[in-house]
């Protein structure tokens, strides 16, 4: 969404907001009327465009209807861990990670509280990952990593050396790293990756208000490291994988009902506090997934 504050967003999928025009991103409610012939009234639907208002009429070919039992009556998580971020995390991981069970890869996550970050964690554990690391920047994300999502370990990159303590908590190397930041961070990370190791180009949100391409390019020293260690770092987008996305729905449901994948969010009430919750997202002020609920009718 930060993208699409651009002329150019960077991405084929995501259109410019456009001025004096109705904002909009991802969003869920319910149907009220139609005359579509596969929705009717109390239906549960979905889009990747849904405008900031209350109450829209919409093109029925562009809305999903979504089962609530797939995430037990939560609705809000079709919007991150049963839904894009999931896909986005479930999916880079097994197209771009290159996991291989009781191989005692190490994981490190960075922006691992976020959305996609405080899933990918899990999600490389359950796949085979024998340690999986998270950075953040706060202690209280740390500990949330730690002692609810099960990460060996967290490190806070806004406290000391980051290089020293990735080093301590990765002892043997890095051999997967599912970036969500880029920037001084990454490269700090990718310095420490193994031979043959794999990078998971999930977002760069360091990097989304400067003027540079995506995925941005590395300091040649980095890249120097990068290409010596046959390091991959190839740009993933999850709606390339469309044929992916009803088996791995059902995959985060299935972890999600067995207690295997905790889900986190941050919820704000209230359209007019929109801006408020982008600004504090944008600022690290989340833990998971930042869900805003607009409508009166309780979702």
Request: hydrophobic share 35%; net charge negative; with cysteine.
């Amino acid at each position: 969404m930060r993208c699409k504050m651009n002329d150019d967003t960077g991405t084929d999928y995501l259109a410019p907001w456009q001025l004096s025009q109705v904002a909009d991103g991802g969003g869920i409610g319910v149907v009220e009327e139609s005359r579509h012939t596969n929705l009717t009234k109390g239906d549960f639907v979905t889009s990747f465009y849904w405008p900031w208002q209350t109450r829209a009429i919409l093109d029925g070919n562009s809305l999903e209807k979504v089962d609530p039992q797939l995430v037990d009556g939560h609705l809000s998580y079709f919007l991150g861990a049963i839904g894009m971020p999931g896909l986005t995390s479930l999916i880079g991981i097994q197209e771009k990670g290159h996991i291989v069970a009781g191989s005692n890869q190490t994981m490190v996550v960075s922006g691992a509280a976020g959305a996609c970050g405080s899933l990918a964690g899990q999600i490389g554990r359950l796949l085979g990952c024998s340690r999986v690391v998270g950075i953040c920047g706060t202690h209280e994300k740390c500990l949330f990593l730690t002692s609810e999502l099960g990460f060996d370990a967290a490190v806070n990159y806004k406290k000391g050396n980051v290089a020293e303590q990735l080093r301590e908590s990765c002892p043997a190397g890095v051999d997967v790293y599912f970036d969500n930041v880029g920037g001084g961070i990454s490269d700090t990370v990718i310095s420490q990756m193994n031979q043959n190791s794999h990078i998971i180009l999930c977002g760069q949100i360091s990097q989304y208000n400067k003027d540079v391409p995506y995925p941005p390019p590395l300091p040649p020293a980095v890249e120097a490291v990068q290409k010596a260690r046959n390091i991959t770092r190839e740009r993933f987008m999850v709606l390339n994988y469309k044929d992916k996305f009803e088996p791995g729905i059902l995959q985060l449901s299935q972890w999600f009902k067995e207690g295997k994948l905790k889900i986190k969010e941050t919820v704000i009430n209230g359209l007019e506090n929109m801006g408020a919750a982008f600004q504090s997202m944008m600022t690290g002020g989340n833990i998971g997934k930042q869900i805003v609920c607009i409508s009166e009718i309780s979702l």
